[in-house]
């Protein structure tokens, strides 16, 4: 399978604020959940488990991280459902949860293992050289590029290019400002560019 970098196409998703039918709908579901009901848990967790595990695995790098982060983020839904008040889509909701907790995961691991992580917030970093456009990628490539970005980078792009959220509901999901998440989604495609770049001058191997 093979992908190109030149221009992402978004994924159909809720909007970030809901029409008055989806805030009903998701409001209705959330209600049906607080009050034990078992099957509308099951349906929250069919209609998002896909995405929010995909989002996982490209956070996390691998399956069984991926996994674990899934069960922790629907048991963190479960848990904080009483504070959806309907401002956002539920899907919103769910993957400012899922990225939040994925961050603070990497975050941990990386503390423990003595390395130093980037900021969210940080426009001042260092703008890494313009490396060559590229055509069609492979997807293994385009993952472990993915997979090479310094977290916040990884998580703005993910959301942007990735799944299709705007700058403005990236900034609201990981608490940065619009101007930040267009930084760091240019610095992530500069960086992923510069490794698939660097890929391609080596040639098969």
């Known amino acids: 399978m093979r992908a190109s970098l030149s221009q992402s196409t978004p994924l159909q998703m809720a909007p970030s604020k809901p029409t008055g ?18 099957g509308a848990f099951d349906e929250l967790y069919q209609q998002h488990a896909g995405r929010l595990y995909n989002l996982a695995y490209r956070m996390a790098g691998t399956a069984h991280d991926a996994e674990d982060l899934l069960q922790d983020v629907f048991l963190l839904a479960y848990r904080k459902l009483g504070s959806f008040r309907g401002d956002s889509s539920l899907g919103t909701w769910l993957y400012r949860l899922a990225m939040n907790h994925c961050l603070d ?18 426009e001042g970093a260092s703008e890494p050289a313009a490396a060559p456009a590229l055509g069609a990628v492979s997807r293994i490539d ?3 590029a993915i997979g090479r970005l310094p977290h916040a980078c990884r998580a703005a792009f993910l959301l942007h290019d990735v799944e299709g959220f705007g700058h403005q509901e990236v900034g609201a999901i990981l608490g940065i400002s619009e101007g930040t998440s267009k930084s760091q ?8 560019r510069q490794y698939l770049g660097s890929r391609s001058d080596q040639g098969p191997i």
């Open 21 to 38: 039918d989806v805030r009903s709908a998701d409001l209705e579901l959330a209600e049906r959940i607080r009050s034990g009901d078992g």
């Open 105 to 122: 995961v990497l975050r941990s691991r990386a503390s423990r293992m003595g390395q130093q992580t980037d900021s969210l917030d940080d």
């Open 142 to 144: 385009l993952d472990r």
């Open 185 to 192: 989604v240019h610095k992530a495609r500069l960086r992923i």
